[in-house]
């Protein structure tokens, strides 16, 4: 009897955690994240879009909330979602060179679905992980990594759910191709200011806002499943795209086109007092960035936070004081390297060009597999751009500022306008902070800080965050320098190329690129800096002398790095494409010896430029 009854509480007991389990999942919600590749808001109808359609998604927005003010951080795929898996910026990380997957230290530093799955959700992930972060498998933090595109659907009953949904049919690659026999019309695309008004451009337009659509039936499917399965109603769901795209001169770049992109949330009833306005349908000024949302779907879980996620949480019951600036970041693309930071609030955008003798428009492979791309180099090699078209193809300024809501297509440079002075020194000042803040990787070029921190034995996140190894504020003076072109600088360049710090010598080299003719009279110390430790001052002292006169040392000196080797040959080819005809004898030679026209996504710098000259 005693034992029956022992049974029976035992049952009982059971029956009671299990019914108390349900009530606790019940009390989290189920969380879809559905993420789209390389649209930005000018391709979402319900953002104001004209070429493509997307009911799907605009019928969300109606049921939920549209963000107005939504911008990645990275504007690119790995390093995007390098921020988001860590909560981190990529620059603070060193994880923001495009392929570059450097460690970081992954007893610090703990991805989002750890902490979800501590918090007793279900996480699945079985498309698109792409972190760009070394030491870890991408796939290792997902209970669901591969298989049904659907993972909440392998979870235990009652578990509460975080899951993603990547949609690929937005991408880039669709824009690829055969441009012909489109369902959209070419003729009824809305074109960019910054883009020729030319036949094969408008064609490729139409391609991708077939992409775009096929995209929105995506979502569509997406949503069916979780109706089908009964979810609808208990499941928080956020639509937004990766980052901006797709035709040239968006992914990839700071400019809106690259950076602005739709964020929609629709939360069921049983969830109102999270709403983050009055009703569905309505729309939200918050300023959203990328990197609040790994915090943000922390916050809707319950789960805890760690010191390290650096966003703010904009939605739910914790939600956080709206930040008043949005960073973004770019550097290396694939085999192009460029250097760019930029802040912006809701209407007005500060970019800082760090590498401005770098025109935006490099040859770069998988872009040019878009026809546009080729189309639009094309006209402007014939001399038919105009100064808002052929932009793209030329050298930049150190800085630019622009007015969003009046230039969304951001080709208007107004850094010297009188009545942006204000505004503009505000902004700088915000940039500065911010770097010093996340302590910005960025002050040294990818190679140079990849071996400090072998040589340190350290990770790049370590390392910087090391005074005596990395002096970024040092380096951000030093930097702010180089960039203003003033001659009256000349000497304190010389006296910095002898310095003890690479960093330092790379500024002094930069600064005196910079001054083009006003820098002859530091032509000694640029011959002595042509056997500089760092292969990267080698390069640039060869091309400023090159620049001015002293030819044979300096070429001498590149075909020394192109014949015998460089501790950083990504960085030697774009050099010798910025050079432009000068370099042409070498690049010829090193074809001639056998060298290779393959890059990573099809000809390289080097082969492009052979392509270019018949050899």
């Known amino acids: 009897m005693h034992f029956q009854r022992s049974v029976i509480f035992q049952i009982a007991l059971f029956l009671f955690l299990l019914k108390a389990t349900d009530l606790l999942s019940a009390e989290k919600p189920n969380i879809l994240w559905i993420t789209s590749e390389d649209n930005g808001i000018s391709w979402v109808s319900c953002y104001g879009g004209v070429n493509a359609k997307t009911p799907n998604i605009d019928k969300l927005a109606s049921e939920g909330f549209r963000y107005r003010y939504c911008f990645d951080n990275a504007a690119v795929c790995a390093p995007t979602r390098s921020c988001w898996i860590t909560g981190m910026y990529a620059i603070s990380n060193g994880t923001q060179p495009m392929r570059s997957r450097n460690k970081i230290p992954h007893d610090k530093i703990k991805y989002y679905p750890d902490l979800l799955k501590e918090a007793g959700y279900h996480t699945s992930n079985p498309g698109k992980t792409d972190y760009n972060i070394g030491g870890r498998n991408d796939k290792a933090c997902w209970d669901h990594k591969k298989g049904g595109a659907y993972g909440w659907r392998t979870r235990k009953p009652s578990q509460p759910f975080f899951a993603v949904v990547n949609i690929g049919s937005s991408h880039e690659s669709r824009a690829h191709g055969n441009v012909e026999n489109t369902r959209n019309d070419p003729k009824k695309m809305k074109l960019f200011s910054y883009h020729p008004d030319l036949p094969v451009i408008r064609k490729n337009y139409a391609k991708y806002a077939d992409a775009v659509e096929n995209m929105d039936q995506g979502v569509k499917k997406a949503l069916n499943e979780l109706k089908k399965d009964g979810l609808y109603e208990d499941t928080i769901i956020i639509y937004n795209s990766d980052h901006g795209g797709v035709l040239p001169?968006?992914?990839?770049?700071?400019?809106?086109?690259?950076?602005?992109?739709?964020?929609?949330?629709?939360?069921?009833?049983?969830?109102?007092?999270?709403?983050?306005?009055?009703?569905?349908?309505?729309?939200?000024?918050?300023?959203?960035?990328?990197?609040?949302?790994?915090?943000?779907?922390?916050?809707?879980?319950?789960?805890?936070?760690?010191?390290?996620?650096?966003?703010?949480?904009?939605?739910?019951?914790?939600?956080?004081?709206?930040?008043?600036?949005?960073?973004?970041?770019?550097?290396?693309?694939?085999?192009?390297?460029?250097?760019?930071?930029?802040?912006?609030?809701?209407?007005?955008?500060?970019?800082?060009?760090?590498?401005?003798?770098?025109?935006?428009?490099?040859?770069?492979?998988?872009?040019?597999?878009?026809?546009?791309?080729?189309?639009?180099?094309?006209?402007?090699?014939?001399?038919?751009?105009?100064?808002?078209?052929?932009?793209?193809?030329?050298?930049?300024?150190?800085?630019?500022?622009?007015?969003?809501?009046?230039?969304?297509?951001?080709?208007?440079?107004?850094?010297?306008?009188?009545?942006?002075?204000?505004?503009?020194?505000?902004?700088?000042?915000?940039?500065?902070?911010?770097?010093?803040?996340?302590?910005?990787?960025?002050?040294?070029?990818?190679?140079?800080?990849?071996?400090?921190?072998?040589?340190?034995?350290?990770?790049?996140?370590?390392?910087?965050?090391?005074?005596?190894?990395?002096?970024?504020?040092?380096?951000?003076?030093?930097?702010?320098?180089?960039?203003?072109?003033?001659?009256?600088?000349?000497?304190?360049?010389?006296?910095?190329?002898?310095?003890?710090?690479?960093?330092?010598?790379?500024?002094?080299?930069?600064?005196?690129?910079?001054?083009?003719?006003?820098?002859?009279?530091?032509?000694?110390?640029?011959?002595?800096?042509?056997?500089?430790?760092?292969?990267?001052?080698?390069?640039?002292?060869?091309?400023?002398?090159?620049?001015?006169?002293k030819k044979k040392e300096a070429i001498e000196c590149l075909d020394h790095l192109l014949f015998k080797g460089t501790h950083n040959e990504v960085m030697l080819h774009n050099v010798l494409d910025w050079m432009g005809e000068p370099a042409l004898p070498l690049v010829k030679k090193f074809m001639e010896k056998g060298g290779t026209r393959k890059g990573r996504y099809g000809i390289g710098i080097l082969g492009r430029i052979a392509e270019l000259n018949g050899w």
């Open 249 to 549: 001169r968006s992914k990839r770049f700071l400019y809106a086109s690259g950076v602005h992109c739709p964020l929609i949330v629709r939360i069921p009833e049983k969830w109102k007092h999270l709403y983050p306005a009055k009703k569905p349908g309505m729309v939200v000024d918050r300023l959203v960035s990328f990197i609040d949302m790994p915090k943000t779907w922390l916050s809707l879980a319950g789960a805890k936070i760690p010191s390290t996620f650096q966003g703010t949480i904009f939605l739910g019951k914790d939600i956080e004081p709206e930040p008043k600036y949005h960073l973004s970041f770019r550097e290396r693309a694939d085999g192009r390297i460029d250097h760019v930071r930029m802040i912006r609030g809701k209407r007005f955008a500060y970019h800082k060009n760090y590498m401005p003798f770098a025109p935006a428009g490099q040859h770069l492979a998988y872009l040019w597999k878009a026809k546009a791309a080729p189309a639009w180099e094309q006209h402007h090699r014939e001399g038919k751009t105009n100064e808002i078209t052929g932009r793209f193809f030329r050298p930049r300024v150190s800085e630019e500022f622009f007015d969003n809501d009046k230039d969304f297509d951001n080709v208007h440079n107004l850094i010297h306008k009188k009545e942006h002075q204000a505004k503009i020194a505000e902004l700088k000042k915000a940039l500065r902070k911010k770097q010093l803040e996340l302590y910005d990787s960025g002050l040294l070029p990818e190679k140079m800080r990849e071996r400090r921190a072998a040589e340190n034995n350290v990770t790049i996140y370590e390392m910087v965050r090391d005074k005596k190894l990395y002096p970024l504020e040092t380096y951000l003076d030093a930097a702010d320098l180089a960039l203003v072109r003033d001659a009256k600088n000349l000497n304190l360049f010389i006296k910095l190329l002898s310095n003890d710090d690479a960093g330092l010598r790379w500024w002094a080299i930069v600064g005196l690129h910079l001054l083009e003719k006003d820098a002859k009279a530091a032509i000694p110390e640029l011959m002595k800096a042509l056997e500089d430790d760092a292969h990267e001052i080698r390069m640039m002292a060869a091309w400023t002398l090159v620049n001015l006169g």
